[in-house]
């Protein structure tokens, strides 16, 4: 999408920068007790709804003519609260937004989120290695996970014909791909990591899986007693329902048709603009007002996170009006669209890239030199001379 981007000078692109980090900077120091009030109600309703949600399916299995009503209410409840506690709570707590409270339950290196994958896999991951490489080939795992051809960049291979089924089982099983993705199978099965090695990395996410299962699949269906099988039923459905919604929520936030990825030399001497650039280009947001941004943690605003993994993420709507101006006024590029909107264009991606891209095509994206965000560096030379 260069065409919708106008190109900057080296002078533009540091003011660029300089403005988004007096943004920050700016928001930083007004942190305080709104905020630290955001998180707590955020993990009140965490716990209120899932509580709920429990007592309605017991309700249903113990009533039989309640049975429908109290379980579907019930699954929805405690489907809400899992998605509220990995989207608003887990994923924003993880990335330090919230350290400066002093709040050990609150902290980003003692908080354990209620999914199988563990807290500190996702730092590895998501925290750094995404977010340090956002959309950069090679170094961000994230693009496609490892199963997807998503961009017309990445090689093709005859195994991606099969992405669009393999697409919706990951959708569905979402939370275990997150799981697995820090173990690097692929290099195991390659030789190119010991057994051992593997066993090391396993015996911790071992562990968390073990509980995951044991409270949501043994635990409360055998509170239930005979009458179990509607509870495992209703804590199968909520924890497939949160894995639905992640998976749509994230990959709007970076596979829609404006989404770009970027060859590994472009983190060569990055600057500070260039880092903002790319995050812009590599991201997008889902309009929808507040309803949205509470289902999605705020990731609704991607582009902002991506700018500000640190900054709390109840602040980000507020951030996006002058992020959205700073764009405007450097002519770059505000991806915003609904999510029905972003997440047809996510599907068409899977659909399209399953099969190869056009051979012109192809060869005119891989000699796309890294300059793609060297935005005016030439053009500044140019002037200059």
């Not at 993994?309 to 002519?331: F, L, Q, S, T």
Request: some cysteine; overall charge positive; proline content about 5%.
């Amino acid at each position: 999408m260069a065409h919708k981007n106008r190109p900057l000078s080296q002078d533009e692109l540091q003011h660029f920068g300089a403005e988004l980090d007096a943004l920050r900077a700016r928001t930083l120091a007004q942190l305080g007790a709104p905020d630290a009030r955001y998180i707590r109600r955020a993990v009140s309703a965490v716990r209120w709804t899932g509580a709920l949600g429990r007592i309605l399916l017991f309700v249903g299995a113990f009533v039989p003519m309640l049975l429908w009503p109290a379980c579907i209410a019930g699954t929805l409840l405690l489907a809400l609260s899992k998605i509220l506690e990995n989207m608003t709570v887990g994923h924003n707590v993880i990335h330090g937004q919230y350290d400066w409270m002093g709040d050990r339950q609150l902290h980003s290196r003692s908080y354990e989120w209620d999914i199988v994958a563990t807290s500190e896999n996702w730092r590895r991951t998501h925290n750094f290695r995404h977010h340090t490489y956002t959309n950069v080939r090679g170094l961000d795992d994230d693009i496609g996970y490892g199963l997807l051809r998503i961009f017309p960049e990445q090689k093709w291979r005859p195994f991606y014909l099969l992405q669009p089924p393999i697409a919706v089982v990951f959708c569905l099983l979402f939370e275990w791909g997150v799981a697995i993705q820090d173990l690097r199978l692929g290099r195991f099965f390659a030789g190119k990591m010991s057994f051992r090695q593997l066993r090391a990395q396993l015996s911790p996410l071992g562990r968390k899986i073990g509980r995951q299962m044991l409270k949501d699949y043994v635990i409360f269906p055998a509170l239930a007693g005979p009458f179990f099988l509607p509870v495992l039923l209703g804590n199968i459905t909520a924890n497939v329902l949160r894995s639905i919604w992640t998976y749509v929520v994230i990959f709007c936030g970076h596979f829609t048709a404006e989404a770009e990825t970027f060859p590994k030399d472009v983190v060569r001497n990055e600057s500070r603009g260039h880092w903002y650039l790319r995050q812009l280009r590599g991201s997008s947001n889902i309009s929808g007002g507040r309803v949205i941004d509470v289902l999605t943690g705020d990731l609704s605003h991607q582009i902002e996170h991506h700018f500000f993994p640190d900054i709390p993420a109840n602040r980000y709507a507020d951030m996006a009006v002058e992020v959205r101006e700073i764009c405007k006024r450097y002519g770059q590029h505000y991806n915003t669209g609904s999510l029905f909107r972003q997440f047809g264009q996510v599907a068409w991606r899977i659909v399209r890239h399953a099969f190869p891209s056009k051979p012109r095509r192809q060869a005119a994206l891989t000699r796309k030199p890294a300059a793609a965000l060297e935005m005016g560096a030439n053009q500044a030379a140019q002037q200059a001379g």
